[in-house]
């Protein structure tokens, strides 16, 4: 027994270094797909902290860019709000008898709330990409969320503490999103593959669509992560390799991940219902 | 604990971290020379410290980078492999005539060639553990190794001109750093 004392305190620093590394790997491993309370990262109280101070610092440097996208952002929203006005106005269906009034999808009630955050840390370079943003439950942000900005498609709420939320970014080597091609409606697989932050693969177009470069990819709403028809980017460049069934698809991607300012959370209020009725049918999706 | 871990240490654990934090983590040359300044701290410790509180610190101090960049265990990882193969090194690289109690990790006493050969092989060894285990596959093998080469190259040079800024001429070091 003395023996193996003597043994273990001889190779201490070697044990503890073995230890330390299983340690490092256990988290590591466990980290990829874990969701849910913040602990030990970004969205952490004193750690966001530090980043919102950094940003509040930085975010000066760029007032100009960021007020000109909220600029943008809400012109078009005007437009948007006066075309619906201008709708109301020639629409007299509410006001018809009710008996000739049928009453549309349950799901186009606006099943969707926004939740504004300001991004106070983000990467684009690394091989998985994170942002950390200064909204967390309690704005009523949880995980699983989808996160979108005026641009479009950015990604997936990972971690919330009480104040901060950790995002998956779309530029994660484990990020899929369900995407479709807007004039054919095929359905296929967002997914960014490294390098560079601006352009993403879109896999599983099957070889008799005809997609033309420069097509638009929106999301599919297959899913309760994202509302359909949220914009992801518009189709860069379309190859056939002679051994695939499918294209390989670039999309150019609409947001600028390295501009990014203010984004929306997506809360889905009727996503329980859905959830448990899709795996009660036993239905299991693993894209977002 | 080793005596000579002191107020001084601790100040450069936050100073470091701080570095890292603030300002290198938005300065990536090309997209792929990143620079891990935090390892400093870890190279800069006394020569003789205990190694069990070396890894120790090594791992507090992977897990505080980890915790502001989002990579669960990756910085951790590397930085406790990095003080596992400190000694070592200290060991391949001994002078002729051993090292004198006074020794620090100093450019201007320890020499030029050897503070050059300490550093780069370390902070070799911790970039390619970082990057290694940030991809997992070896499919995109030759842009990492482009990665850890620019990156290595980057602290390195970082590492340098703190020591020529920061790290005086005679035996002792400053106070405020």
Not at chain 1, 77 to 86: A, D, G, N, S
Not at chain 2, 20 to 42: E, R
């Given at each position: 027994?003395?023996?193996?004392?003597?043994?273990?305190?001889?190779?201490?620093?070697?044990?503890?270094?073995v230890?330390?590394?299983?340690?490092?790997?256990?988290?590591?491993?466990?980290?990829?797909?874990?969701?849910?309370?913040?602990?030990?990262?970004?969205?952490?109280?004193?750690v966001?902290?530090?980043?919102?101070?950094?940003?509040?610092?930085?975010?000066?440097?760029?007032?100009?860019?960021?007020?000109?996208?909220?600029?943008?952002?809400?012109?078009?929203?005007?437009?948007?709000?006066?075309?619906?006005?201008?709708?109301?106005?020639?629409?007299?269906?509410?006001?018809?008898d009710?008996?000739?009034?049928?009453?549309?999808?349950?799901?186009?009630?606006?099943?969707?709330?926004?939740?504004?955050?300001?991004?106070?840390?983000?990467?684009?370079?690394?091989?998985?990409?994170?942002?950390?943003?200064?909204?967390?439950?309690?704005?009523?942000?949880?995980?699983?969320?989808g996160?979108?900005?005026?641009?479009g498609?950015?990604g997936?709420?990972?971690?919330?503490?009480?104040?901060?939320?950790?995002?998956?970014?779309?530029?994660?080597?484990?990020?899929?999103?369900?995407?479709?091609?807007?004039?054919?409606?095929?359905?296929?697989?967002?997914?960014?593959?490294?390098?560079?932050?601006?352009?993403?693969?879109?896999d599983?177009?099957?070889?008799?669509?005809?997609?033309?470069?420069?097509?638009?990819?929106?999301?599919?709403?297959?899913?309760?992560?994202?509302?359909?028809?949220?914009m992801?980017?518009?189709i860069?460049?379309?190859?056939?390799?002679?051994?695939?069934?499918?294209?390989?698809?670039?999309?150019?991607?609409?947001?600028?991940?390295?501009?990014?300012?203010?984004?929306?959370?997506?809360?889905?209020?009727?996503e329980?219902?859905?959830?448990t009725?899709?795996?009660?049918?036993?239905?299991?999706?693993?894209?977002? | 604990?080793?005596?000579?871990?002191?107020?001084?240490?601790?100040?450069?654990?936050?100073?470091?971290?701080?570095l890292?934090?603030?300002?290198?983590?938005?300065?990536?040359?090309?997209?792929?020379?990143?620079?891990?300044?935090?390892?400093?701290?870890?190279l800069?410790?006394?020569?003789?410290?205990?190694?069990?509180?070396?890894?120790?610190?090594?791992?507090?101090?992977?897990?505080?980078?980890?915790?502001?960049?989002?990579?669960?265990?990756?910085?951790?990882?590397?930085?406790?492999?990095?003080?596992?193969?400190?000694?070592?090194?200290?060991?391949?690289?001994?002078?002729?005539?051993?090292?004198?109690?006074?020794?620090?990790?100093?450019?201007?006493?320890?020499?030029?060639?050897?503070?050059?050969?300490?550093?780069?092989?370390?902070?070799?060894?911790?970039?390619?553990?970082?990057?290694?285990?940030?991809?997992?596959?070896?499919?995109?093998?030759?842009?990492?190794?482009?990665?850890?080469?620019?990156?290595?190259?980057?602290?390195?040079?970082?590492?340098?001109?703190?020591?020529?800024?920061?790290?005086?001429?005679?035996?002792?070091?400053?106070?405020?750093?």
């Open positions: 027994m003395r023996n193996l004392f003597a043994f273990i305190y001889r190779f201490r620093a070697f044990l503890v270094f230890l330390l590394e299983a340690l490092c790997v256990y988290l590591l491993v466990r980290y990829n797909t874990y969701q849910g309370a913040a602990f030990f990262n970004s969205a952490n109280k004193y966001g902290q530090v980043l919102e101070f950094q940003s509040g610092i930085t975010d000066y440097f760029r007032l100009t860019s960021i007020n000109q996208t909220l600029a943008k952002e809400n012109a078009n929203l005007r437009q948007e709000l006066m075309r619906q006005r201008l709708l109301a106005l020639a629409d007299s269906t509410a006001s018809l009710s008996t000739y009034y049928a009453a549309t999808d349950s799901s186009q009630a606006n099943p969707y709330l926004l939740h504004a955050g300001r991004v106070i840390n983000n990467s684009v370079r690394r091989m998985n990409n994170y942002l950390t943003i200064a909204a967390g439950t309690a704005d009523g942000v949880k995980p699983g969320m996160v979108v900005s005026p641009q498609v950015v997936r709420v990972k971690t919330v503490s009480e104040n901060y939320a950790t995002v998956t970014s779309l530029l994660h080597s484990q990020m899929l999103i369900s995407a479709k091609i807007r004039a054919s409606d095929t359905f296929g697989t967002i997914k960014w593959t490294g390098g560079d932050y601006r352009t993403v693969l879109l599983y177009i099957p070889l008799h669509i005809k997609p033309v470069k420069g097509d638009t990819i929106v999301t599919s709403g297959f899913n309760t992560v994202f509302p359909e028809g949220i992801v980017g518009t860069s460049s379309i190859e056939q390799e002679p051994d695939k069934s499918f294209y390989t698809i670039k999309v150019k991607l609409a947001v600028d991940f390295a501009q990014l300012s203010y984004v929306y959370v997506v809360e889905n209020t009727k329980e219902e859905r959830e009725l899709e795996q009660n049918a036993g239905i299991i999706t693993d894209e977002q | 604990m080793n005596s000579s871990f002191g107020l001084k240490h601790i100040a450069q654990f936050f100073l470091f971290v701080a890292q934090v603030l300002l290198m983590d938005s300065l990536v040359l090309f997209s792929t020379g990143f620079c891990f300044i935090y390892v400093a701290f870890l800069f410790l006394p020569l003789v410290i205990s190694r069990v509180w070396l890894l120790a610190l090594a791992f507090i101090l992977g897990f505080t980078v980890d915790m502001f960049y989002d990579t669960m265990g990756i910085h951790a990882a590397a930085s406790v492999l990095l003080a596992f193969l400190r000694p070592h090194i200290l060991n391949l690289l001994t002078p002729r005539d051993g090292y004198e109690a006074s020794d620090t990790v100093n450019i201007h006493t320890m020499g030029g060639r050897w503070f050059l050969a300490y550093t780069f092989t370390l902070v070799l060894l911790h970039h390619t553990a970082v990057f290694f285990l940030e991809t997992i596959t070896f499919q995109t093998a030759w842009y990492t190794i482009v990665k850890i080469l620019l990156s290595t190259f980057f602290t390195g040079i970082v590492m340098v001109i703190l020591q020529l800024l920061f790290f005086s001429h005679k035996r002792e070091r400053i106070d405020y750093r």
